[in-house]
């Protein structure tokens, strides 16, 4: 059984910057943010996966592509977002997820509890 404990959400004003970080309880594969507004279904964010030494592959919704950036260190086990030009429009739950396939979109096994993002001025 993998835990996963997300950190980092918070209020930010529209154009600022924040950083999330999961921490895993063990290794695993491929590691993913999700996010759920509300009164809307929960979304694919972005993922990531090692290759190979030190090269990985990542993946980002159209919404946040350019302006978020996921990134993991295996070492700790821990996979962080950062999000840069934040718009109301990513106010929303975000949920870190894991798994041991090799898709980044779909199919996660764990989740986080969710970190609250807000966007507001």
């Known amino acids: 059984q993998v835990q996963l404990v997300e950190s980092g959400g918070g209020l930010v004003q529209p154009g600022g910057s924040l950083r999330l970080s999961c921490a895993a309880s063990?290794?695993?594969?491929?590691m993913g943010w999700y996010r759920q507004a509300a009164g809307k279904e929960r979304e694919f964010v972005a993922a990531i996966r090692r290759t190979g030494r030190n090269i990985y592959v990542a993946d980002y919704s159209d919404s946040v592509k350019g302006r978020f950036t996921i990134s993991k260190d295996d070492a700790r086990n821990t996979v962080y977002l950062q999000m840069n030009s934040l718009k109301p429009e990513d106010t929303a739950i975000y949920y870190c997820?894991?798994?041991?396939?090799?898709?980044?979109?779909?199919?996660?096994?764990?989740w986080g509890q969710g970190t609250q993002v807000t966007v507001s001025s």
């Open positions: 997820a894991a798994k041991f396939g090799m898709d980044l979109v779909g199919g996660y096994d764990y």
């Open positions: 063990g290794g695993t594969f491929t």
